[in-house]
């Protein structure tokens, strides 16, 4: 099956790769339990944006081993680890749709949606075990540290505002980790220069702050149709964001608008009424200047690169990040 990405954008570079790794992720479920047969074939029957796996096959095309298979190993392991994430993510936010989709935990149960996650990491580590430099390995599961340290601390934190830092540094975990892996291991198993290797890992943090600010405002501003998911869902469960960071902090009436937001069990109406008072704020807009501010600093790493097309496509997706509407 085709991967359905538009042409003549930064994904035609790849194209060709982006075939094999949406063929490789349609068959993680072969031979497999039944159940977890069907839930990946749930999962993967749409192959989404791939904005990770381009990030891979573009990153890797810096070193002499581009052409490689071991890249396309990866790009599944770390596409498997991504959606293994999300699959517990939806248990935790009891989320029933991502990408105008019902989750796994909707149409099977949460027991079955936590095995489906086990499996499709264990499924990610057997990948990435045998690729042949163990720094590579050691990044892939340092990524998944990473990524479960930014969970916990997003819903062990006390139902307080936290500090912009707290903020940035939540996301640098939580979803920065994973862009930064995807550019940086790449590189490294190009056997890349180990200048470019850096400047890759500096793009691939600063795209993935760009992404989850803009995602966080997406969840304010956003049409539910276009995202895929209901909007307002992180006000919902008193998860704090940058653009409500930035609210409190203008507000006269700080202390009071903080602890609204981090309240639980909010009605529709209050919920609308927050969303209202946040935009109003300005802190919307000064959340953009700042997913702004980090393409911008991805976009000056890419400045340490050979002058390629395959460096221009990685400045499309910078760009592409802080302008999407989904």
């Not at 396309?72 to 936010?93: C, K, R």
């Not at 469960?237 to 409190?248: R, S």
């Amino acid at each position: 099956m085709r991967a359905a990405q538009p042409r003549g954008s930064f994904y035609a570079l790849v194209e060709d790769d982006l075939e094999e790794l949406t063929r490789r992720l349609q068959d993680v479920g072969r031979g497999a339990h039944p159940t977890f047969a069907a839930a990946s074939a749930h999962l993967f029957g749409s192959p989404g944006k791939l904005l990770r796996p381009t990030l891979v096959f573009l990153s890797s095309r810096f070193g002499p081993g581009a052409r490689s298979r071991m890249i396309v190993d990866l790009a599944v392991s770390l596409e498997l680890v991504h959606t293994a994430s999300l699959v517990h993510d939806d248990i935790v936010d009891e989320a029933e749709v991502r990408r105008n989709v019902p989750t796994v935990n909707a149409v099977w149960s949460d027991d079955v949606a936590l095995i489906v996650g086990d499996y499709l990491f264990a499924k990610a580590y057997a990948l990435a075990a045998v690729l042949p430099k163990p720094e590579v390995i050691a990044m892939v599961a340092q990524t998944v540290f990473a990524l479960c340290d930014g969970e916990l601390t997003e819903v062990a934190a006390p139902s307080t505002m936290p500090t912009e830092a707290q903020y940035l540094e939540r996301i640098e975990l939580k979803t920065a980790s994973l862009y930064a892996a995807c550019c940086q291991g790449a590189a490294l198993l190009a056997e890349a220069d180990p200048e470019h290797v850096a400047a890759l890992g500096a793009y691939g943090t600063n795209i993935g702050l760009a992404f989850q600010i803009t995602d966080d405002v997406l969840d304010l501003v956003g049409e539910e149709d276009d995202l895929g998911k209901e909007v307002g869902r992180d006000l919902a469960e008193g998860m704090p964001t940058l653009p409500m960071i930035y609210a409190v902090e203008r507000d006269g009436e700080a202390t009071s608008l903080a602890a609204r937001i981090v309240a639980a069990d909010k009605d529709p109406a209050e919920i609308r009424e927050l969303i209202a008072a946040i935009r109003a704020s300005g802190g919307v807009q000064r959340a953009q200047e700042r997913a702004r501010r980090s393409r911008d600093e991805a976009v000056a790493a890419l400045d340490r690169l050979p002058a390629t097309r395959e460096r221009e496509a990685l400045r499309a997706i910078a760009d592409f990040i802080v302008s999407r509407e989904r």
